[in-house]
Each structure stands twice: as structure tokens, then as C-alpha cells.
């Protein structure tokens, strides 16, 4: 069983920090890409960063450039999002997904999971 845990939502005003950790446990054999969205009320869900399998590569939505940077730390099964210059509108449920092989499957199919969600919040 793999579960992803959140943490590092919350209510910050408008030109605040916050940090967005997203750890997965279980039986898992490799990460490939992995990703933030977010889905505010009455909207879709919507890609905000991603990160390539390698890490070399990420790209972000365009609301978020330049303020968003994603990272992970391999040996700790962790994806972060460092969200800086926040703004009302980044105001959302927050969820991140990853792309998994796991022990014991067969090597090269991957599995995609999804964090709980975490609230942020940006007052004006």
C-alpha cells in the first residue's frame, strides 16, 4: 500500500511564503514524475509544477513562473513546492501526485497517487 501525506498549507497574506512537502511511503521501487495542482472552489484542477522522472527537467503554469519553484529529495520519497510572492488567487486546495513503480510489479509500469490535499489561503 502507498500512501502520500501533505503538509505546509495554511494562511499566509498576500506577499508571504509558504512550503508545500508531499512524502510517499509503501513498498515503492522508483519515482518518476512528479507534480503539484491545485483546485480552488467552482474551478477545475489544474496542473501548477511538475518535475521530470530524471529531475532535470520542470515546467510551471504560467501564473506561477517565477514565483513556484518544485523540488524533491529522492531519498526521502519527498516533492516540495516552494511557493513564494503568494497572491489571492494562488488561494486553493493543494494536491500532489506521483508517478510510482513499485516492489514486487512489473519494473517500467508505473502508478499514479494523490496526496490528501492541503488548504491554502491568501489574504489580501
Known amino acids: 500500500q502507498v500512501q502520500l501525506v501533505e503538509s505546509g498549507g495554511g494562511l499566509v497574506q498576500a506577499g508571504g511564503s509558504l512550503r508545500l512537502s508531499c512524502a510517499a511511503s509503501?513498498?515503492?521501487?522508483?519515482?518518476?514524475?512528479m507534480g503539484w495542482y491545485r483546485q480552488a472552489p467552482g474551478h477545475q484542477r489544474e496542473l501548477v509544477a511538475r518535475?521530470?522522472?530524471?529531475?532535470?527537467?520542470?515546467n510551471y503554469a504560467d501564473s506561477v513562473k517565477g514565483r513556484f519553484t518544485i523540488s524533491r529529495d529522492i531519498a526521502k520519497n519527498t516533492v516540495y513546492l516552494q511557493m513564494n510572492s503568494l497572491k489571492p488567487e494562488d488561494t486553493a486546495v493543494y494536491y500532489c501526485?506521483?508517478?510510482?513503480?513499485?516492489?514486487?510489479?512489473?519494473?517500467?509500469?508505473?502508478?499514479?497517487?494523490w496526496g490528501q490535499g492541503t488548504q491554502v489561503t491568501v489574504s489580501s
Open positions: 501526485k506521483m508517478s510510482l513503480e513499485l516492489t514486487g510489479y512489473i519494473t517500467g509500469i508505473e502508478y499514479d497517487y
Open positions: 509503501g513498498s515503492i521501487s522508483r519515482l518518476n514524475a
Open positions: 518535475i521530470s522522472s530524471g529531475g532535470d527537467s520542470t
